[in-house]
């Protein structure tokens, strides 16, 4: 359908601090769901409404409300889930799905390990969010997955997007509408975008967690795997579970046995 590119300098403004490499955790969190929120503020503009009847404390009046299915917000795991709650700030009755797809360090290719969608999802208004648009794989796996299941009306939401996958995701889903916080000049040779701001799954929760589809998981079809990542014992509660072993105040998620 189209892609909306956002102007308001309070965006533009917010996506700057996120940018900085010195910008604290709870910070970043925070300015992602500020951000998602005024994103999501633009991208349910086009929402349909009904008209009910309401008494004030005056007389009664015809107003508008949200008709339809509750809308469903589908956040790609993990990073997405730092943008759902700046969209339920807005439509706090919203549905949340949830698609799990990791990319494979080598190929860049994604992979999926989880979906999880509201019913009847054919029936919804569907804002898929992920902070960052790369390759574009992930967003097109994403919208494959919701498509496959009966998925119609989609919007895909990002933070920062470079524009290759900008190109892939519209090429390859041109009847989705896609909301781009700012667009970058150019993925580097590890398809990080530039100059962009990092890994944004790893600045919200503070821990690198890499999926390995053939190996024994934690789940049927995934494996929580960890590269050392320094950091303060405390900030690693998030993944207590997974097997971590404190090594020179290095963590490292080992493999799990079922």
Known sequence: MSVSYMTHPLIRHKITL???????????RKLVEEIAMLMGYEALSDLETKDITVKTPIEESVQPVISGKKLAVVPILRAGLGMVNGILALVPSARVGHIGLYRDPKTHEPHEYYCKLPDPIDQRQ?????????????????VDFIKKHGGQKIKFMSIIAAPEGVDALMKAHPDIQLYVGCLDRELNENAYICPGLGDAGDRIFRHKIIYFPHSKSLSKNAQAFSVSHKCKCSSVKSVSGLGCAKQDKVFQITYLSE
């Open 18 to 28: 996120l940018r900085k490499e010195n910008t604290s955790t709870n910070e970043f």
């Open 126 to 142: 569907i804002v898929v969010v992920d902070p960052m648009l790369a390759t574009g794989g992930s967003a097109i796996a994403a």
